[in-house]
């Protein structure tokens, strides 16, 4: 029975941990671009409001998309 080294455990997790990266950076991508098209409201808002809006909105696209809310 063959065992694990330390080694080809931490070539696993790092592998793991790169492909978490390139699924979660095509999301952020397009939810900066949804922020930036739907940031009407955000020149209402001052301080942290704006900026929990706006991470909001990125955050949540999708349900933004689908819902046809704006985050206020």
């Known amino acids: ?3 694990t ?3 080809d455990q931490r ?3 790092t592998d793991l941990m790169l492909l978490g990266v390139w699924l979660a950076l095509p999301y ?9 098209a739907h ?3 955000l020149g ?3 301080g ?3 900026a929990a809006s706006w991470v909001g909105e990125v955050i949540a696209w999708p ?4 819902a046809d809310v704006d985050l206020r």
Do not use: N, Y
């Open 1 to 3: 029975m063959a065992t």
């Open 5 to 7: 080294k330390p080694l």
């Open 11 to 13: 070539s696993w997790i």
């Open 28 to 36: 952020l991508v397009v939810g900066i671009f949804w922020a930036d």
């Open 39 to 41: 940031r009407e409201h």
């Open 44 to 46: 209402q808002l001052r």
């Open 48 to 50: 942290l409001d704006a």
């Open 63 to 66: 349900v933004l998309v689908f």
